[in-house]
């Protein structure tokens, strides 16, 4: 898995007394890759512009856009599985077609969902809208509010019907929804196609495991790259069905005296957990894995629903089995 980070280049400094702002990825090995972005020491702080630097929120959107176009690309590569043969100067040369468009180009609506995702701080959250943002690209790139009225979304729904279910594609319909109501929030746009269009909903299965299923699953003997999907899948399980956000949004904290204790982001609820052996092994195997201070390293759920539905497939399990199943599973078995 590839990362990206900025980086403040102070190797060389420009005539205003600034630093270049690069982009810092590590894929193979590290990969520096320039930005129109500068800043001096006391205007960055790390990770982004300081109260220091003027205009320093709308500068943030602008890198946060930046940091999220990277990470756009990488995880389409890896959502694709082309993300280990792509060379590190294919890579390069993909983030910085990504990153390079002008402004004038941009604003289009995925310019402001990107806009939109860029201040999300849940990391579980972002791998959802860039699973949309890649639909509409690939059905639209160029559509903006105007573009994308009642016939729009009907278009849009019936090309995503061709190749999807009806609760997979919704997903996506929601999230277009909810970037309207940012931009009407922020006076971007008055326009709402939602008054008039209706998301479709399908009641669908239980999802559960039987115990047999839940034991087929544990003892399978997956491929490398799918180990730690199943992994998670189980501790989930073991936690009591904990929900995906608030494992992986965990901090080491929230270990104590061999509980793991964590409020609910969905309901507010605190919850304490006993940590069970088959739960701590998992944890010992991925705790400090995460560079930001985190429990565990990111799991993006796209990736993790294509894992495990390919687990199950293979180990003869006739269902799909997405993460929130395994709080159905808890709570049935």
Known sequence: ???????LDKRRQKKDGTYPI??????????????????????????????????????NIVARGIINKAETVIFTL???EKLKSTTDK??????????SSKVENQKTFLYYLDE???KKTNQGTKPIYTTTRNK????????????MDKSWLENFEAWMAKTMKVNAYAIHLRNIRSVFNYAIDEEYTTLYPFRR?????????????????????????????????RDMFMLMFYLIGVNAADLFNAKHSALVNGRFEYKRAKTGKLYSIKVEPEAQAIIEKYKGQQEDGG????FPLPVMNIRLREIASECGISKTIPPFSARRTFATT
């Not at 429990?295 to 990111?298: G, S, T």
């Open 1 to 7: 898995m590839a990362t990206v980070k900025f980086y």
């Open 22 to 59: 690069k982009l810092n990825v590590f894929h193979n090995k590290q990969i520096m890759i320039a930005t129109q972005l500068s800043a001096s020491e006391k205007e960055w702080n790390g990770n982004e512009y300081s109260v220091r630097a003027q205009n320093y929120k709308p500068r």
């Open 78 to 80: 890896e959502q694709q």
């Open 90 to 99: 294919a890579l390069k040369k993909l983030i910085e077609d990504a990153i």
């Open 116 to 118: 939109f995702v860029s």
């Open 136 to 147: 509409i690209e690939e059905y639209d790139s160029h559509c903006t509010f105007e573009s």
């Open 197 to 229: 269009f209706s998301i479709k909903k399908e009641e669908t299965r239980k999802r559960s495991l039987t115990a047999e299923q839940l034991r087929l699953l544990r003892d399978y003997p997956c491929e490398e790259y799918q180990i730690r999907y």
């Open 295 to 298: 429990l565990f390293p990111l």
